[in-house]
């Protein structure tokens, strides 16, 4: 697909400790082949025990250093202050490592000093866990969800801090239609037997809160969780800017296997957070962190392993090895892929008939371990390959093409809807493994080391739109952009988009299948800035579907 490249100005170019009316950015565009980091260590063979011939191209990503306050066992006995009675640890659990049970009313107080004391002198932080969340269940119907990890002032909303909690996830059709999701208990309605977690923060004035929330992830199974936390001003600064109810300079953003921020929509994705969330436990305790339950009425029990936090965020290839060192455990699997893979193509090939049913089977398995794919070559190649193979002798390309009579918005589309049974099943299981392989195998570390993989690999609907673009005449020749990267403080109440990103096109292109490397000044790095590759980033997820909404799909 044709690509616009985008510098995205985060507000915290203060940051950079240069003016901010006249900070220019140089930014350079290598079109040429990426090369394979050398100091990557840990190896994510791992994750497919079963298949020992498998071939790794991302072989080695590297897992947080521990050292100092980074990789602190909060479940630790030397972390602990004091825990109430019933509480079950289990030795050798989860990947073994000691499981914690938490159940209603229990709870453990970690104590309030040194690398405990999250957020301190307007520090970032992350946690990381693995966690089994209950959902609702015959036995246990009230409560909305689990207290996971916080301060203890936000049991009550009287001083500043911040609380982790899971709930259920609600969607917009299940709403509409004043139902739960078939075998769901508890309150009505829209509940599909997903949680989410849901990060809150609570400023000092006691003023609004700010709350951000995770992708969904099925109750009752290991899932790894890792928050992130981006302070926007040490202790005792003013802030950048003032918060209002769903804007504010600091950041929180939840990972769940993987999944991370996708949208800038109030509640989603990476957004409200207080500056300074830590403050002292001199009033009655309170700012010290607390796992479990304090008062929020009945909550669900949970199991959790493997917490640790760390005094800074973590990044994404961070997260990635952290996951992928115990997928296996958790039940990912690199064969669940391959073999949904094998018998879609069979399936297109006229050489095997899946049912609907084993259609949809094979999907979930492709999108739910598709997370593993950038860890084979020969899953990369094959997943990509499944897709040409739709494209040139199944349904055409896909979203936006010439071969069908359905239209939408004066485009010819691939028609996907219905339900179960309608005969378009294959059509709307492309879409969902498309999908998955641009969200989990188009990053940074894959492209630099399977490049061979990548390179030449464009789908066919961007001929379509955005529209055909021929490979650069010299794909090593480097382009030099200056962009100017000042972004004009507001004033008065914020209102609009007033506290996203400012976006800087470089005015650059990407042609079908490139495989780009862009290099930037080192002030840039860790500093609130990104990269886009592409010119749209607008989540319809929680759209209601009505035609004019959905031609943007």
């Not at 690509?3 to 100005?9: E, F, G, N």
């Not at 849901?198 to 004035?205: E, F, I, N, V």
Request: negative net charge.
């Amino acid at each position: 697909m044709e690509h616009t490249i985008l510098i995205k100005i985060k507000d915290a170019i203060q940051s950079l400790s240069v003016p901010r009316t006249s900070l220019i950015i140089l930014l350079v565009i290598y079109f040429s082949g990426c090369t394979a980091p050398t100091d990557e260590k840990t190896n994510s063979s791992n994750v497919n025990e079963n298949n020992s011939s498998a071939v790794s191209c991302t072989a080695a990503l590297k897992l947080p250093t521990i050292t100092g306050c980074n990789g602190v066992d909060l479940l630790a006995a030397s972390s602990i202050n004091i825990q109430s009675s019933g509480i079950v640890t289990t030795p050798n659990g989860f990947s073994s490592s000691t499981v914690t049970r938490i159940e209603d009313e229990q709870y453990i107080d970690l104590k309030d000093e040194g690398c405990l004391q999250l957020g301190k002198d307007g520090q970032d932080f992350a946690l990381s866990m693995w966690l089994k969340a209950s959902g609702p269940s015959n036995d246990q119907t009230s409560g909305d969800g689990s207290q996971i990890i916080g301060s203890k002032s936000q049991y009550n909303q009287q001083k500043p801090g911040f609380l982790l909690h899971t709930q259920s996830n609600v969607t917009t059709e299940l709403q509409n239609a004043g139902i739960n999701a078939e075998g769901v208990e508890g309150s009505c309605c829209g509940k599909d037997g997903r949680l989410v977690l849901r990060a809150l923060s609570t400023p000092a004035d006691n003023g609004w809160r700010k709350t951000v929330m995770s992708e969904p992830f099925p109750a009752d199974t290991w899932t790894h969780v890792v928050l992130n936390y981006r302070n926007n001003a040490n202790s005792g600064e003013t802030p950048l800017q003032e918060c209002s109810n769903d804007t504010c300079a600091s950041e929180f953003s939840i990972y769940v296997n993987l999944l991370g921020p996708t949208s800038k929509s109030p509640g989603h994705g990476t957004q409200a957070a207080i500056d300074n969330p830590y403050f002292s436990t001199e009033d009655g305790g309170k700012g010290r962190l607390r796992i479990g339950d304090e008062g929020w009425g009945q909550i669900r029990p949970f199991e959790i392993a493997k917490l640790k936090s760390y005094s800074r965020t973590l990044t994404e290839s961070e997260i990635k090895a952290l996951f992928l060192k115990d997928a296996a455990t958790a039940g990912f699997s690199t064969d669940k892929v391959d073999d949904a893979i094998k018998k879609i193509a069979n399936h297109m090939a006229g050489q095997e008939t899946l049912s609907a049913s084993e259609l949809n089977a094979m999907v979930h398995d492709f999108t739910k371990n598709s997370v593993l794919i950038d860890t084979n070559e020969d899953l990369i190649k094959s997943s990509l390959a499944l897709v040409h193979t739709y494209e040139t002798e199944g349904g055409g390309p896909l979203f936006v093409n010439e071969n069908t009579t359905t239209t939408q918005g004066g485009y010819s589309v691939i028609d996907r809807t219905g339900t179960s049974g309608d005969g378009k099943e294959l059509h709307r299981a492309m879409l969902s493994i498309q999908q998955s392989i641009h969200d989990n195998v188009y990053n940074t570390w894959t492209a630099a080391s399977c490049t061979s993989a990548l390179k030449d690999q464009g789908w066919l609907t961007a001929n379509h739109f955005p529209g055909a673009a021929a490979a650069p005449e010299n794909p090593s020749e480097v382009h030099t952009v200056s962009i100017n990267a000042s972004v004009p403080a507001f004033w008065g109440q914020p209102v609009a988009f007033s506290s996203w990103p400012a976006r800087r096109p470089t005015g650059f292109y990407l042609s079908p299948g490139s495989i780009g490397q862009v290099t930037v000044p080192q002030e840039m790095v860790n500093a609130g800035f990104s990269v886009l590759v592409g010119s749209h980033t607008v989540d319809h997820e929680v759209r209601s579907k009505n035609v004019l909404q959905t031609n943007c799909r």
